[in-house]
């Protein structure tokens, strides 16, 4: 029995002795001002309870105090000398809950106390006559008392003994928890480096031409590197010691990362992702971007996981509140799903649908536990709907703060015209999938205020042609290759003709058709929309230019050789001068004899931490009238470790592995000038 309930517990069987004594009190004549003062006690004692105003421990001590009062009011009369015993044992049955021994203590002496003034014969009613019978019955009610003392006492002993066990217990698990989270936590930040090596050099083996092989080597350290940091994320969560790390940042980062995650992920190139992005979402936000780019991971893996046939639909939107807007993402997928079994577990740790050893699905079971953490962390909340062979739908909802609240994509002003959606409702096995696309293309059209009309047949879209004036034909792959010769036509006339199609395809010389590779979402059609045929970059990765930084002296400080040479080869591709450095003491010589713009130190070396060679680099460039930028480069990622560095005094953080748009974004920041302070990153 928790608190809570043994509480109400005690009031309640005091509540019903006070009632019953107040009902003998007028049976037998007793005291007429008595009642008035037990029923005043009884609601002060409710009203201690409900108030909660005073500490339990002495509430309780309140409560058992006025059940002995009562105890003795009743005993103290002669005619309830026969029935002291039962009300004493009962007494002691009730406050036994409270686990006091000392309380038993001063019910039995109580007791004897009552038996001792009806020996003396107080004045008051007539003398008990001490004979054979009223002996026997006297030893009786003490022997009944005192086995209910020594029982209620034992019981009381036991329950305290079960309760330390209880509590060594859990501390002992909760040690063992706590070494298994510092030991995952230290294994994954050991694992970083060379996984950063693996990734650096694979990646310079892919320059060179090395073939297949250096892809898959980068794809498996890719994966590697992701499941390092789930581990850290799950250990994080499992303690509830997540950071949040506030950037501002563009809401289309985020499905752009989704869109080019999902064509990188190998499980997904028999699935169709179908990306509905709400138009009126913020341009700009404020919040964790970088949790929520994992969010979005999780969701698509664990829906990529769980889905042999049909697709992924995600959506995001924004509701609007006081402190900003909803932020919601959601993902709808038509796999395997869940029983309400399953979606518990995953609010309580680890879940994976198949542990055998010869599942299907991949990963270590940690993905929608470490949504859970984020969302929560961020005051936000996850919901999932699903049904075993229906499919699965999680919505995360977290609020963020708004720092430009315009759409996030827009017609231009002068568009006029009317859209065709062309699509084939019998060329979808999964029926849901054509829904995923409907939903898609009807959000996106009240999004952005355009008539559109879908068109199943090539008949339809010639009669709604004609009779609409149509500026623009959307549809897919299968849809133009069955009927390519009609659309090439079409597309020579004053109709834009769009086509969503799979890596590779190409239309032919000379034709006005655009290709718009898949997924497709609002971002190339709006882009279609606005441009028309002079529509350019469509692709994200296309928009993706790498940035140089030409001219660029930078200084790199790591006592890994291999980490250097990755470090030394990636900045050379920026069209930066590099130098390196293998400890503290030799970056310090180093930077004392030579001109550095920019310093990328590792934090743990022999010797000299990063930190402190950090601090004498910055005080040798004080006295020699130099300035000079320190960026932490370094394996240490564990949540508010950006924080920790820039207190320190760094002016830029970069986990390790190397992520090449992080990194872009820091040391274009650090070089612009831009306050360490994370308001001035934009994402």
Known sequence: MNRYANEKFILLITTLAALGLIIENHVMGWEFWVPVIVLAGIILLWILSLSDKIDYGLRKYIYFGYAVLLVFYYGIHKTSFDDTAIVVVLVMLTYSALDKTRLMNVLLLEFFML??????????GDPITYDRFTVSKILLHISIVLVSYFACSRFIVERLEDQEENRIKEERVASNDSSMEDFLSNISHELRTPVNVVNGMSDLLIKKGAGSEADSIKNAGVRLAYQIEDIQDYTECKRQNVFLEEDNYMSTSLINDVVMYFRMNDGAKNLELVVDLDPMVP????????KLHKICRHLLDNAVKFTRNGG????LYSEKADYGVNLCIEVTDTGSGMDRGAVQAIREGMYQANKKRNRSSGGIGLGLFIVYGFAHNMGGFVKIESEKNRGTTVRVTVPQKVVDDT????????????????VR???????????????????LAKGIKVPLYPAETVYEVERLK????ATHVFMGQEEYEENRGYFEELAKEDIVVAVSGQEGLKAPDGSRVIIMPKPLYAYPIIKVLNEGREARNIDIA??????VFTGVNALIVDDEPMNLVVASCLFRDYEMTVDTAGSGKEAIKKFKENDYDLV??????PEMDGVEAMKQIKNAASDLGKDIKVIALTANAVSGAREMFIKEGFDGFIAKPINTSDFERVVHRVLSGASADRGGEIV
């Open 115 to 124: 038996q001792f003034i009806h020996f003396i014969n107080l004045p008051g």
């Open 283 to 290: 341009t700009m936000m404020r919040g964790d971007i970088k």
């Open 312 to 315: 992924i639909l995600i959506r």
């Open 407 to 422: 759409p996030c994509l827009a017609l231009k002003e002068t568009f006029e015209g009317a859209v065709l959606f062309h």
């Open 425 to 443: 409702p019998d060329k979808y096995k999964v029926p849901r999938l054509r829904d995923f696309y409907r939903t898609m293309a009807g959000n």
């Open 466 to 469: 004609e009779k609409l004036k």
């Open 542 to 547: 296309e928009n993706e230019n790498s940035q």
């Open 600 to 605: 990328f130190m590792d934090h743990m070396m």
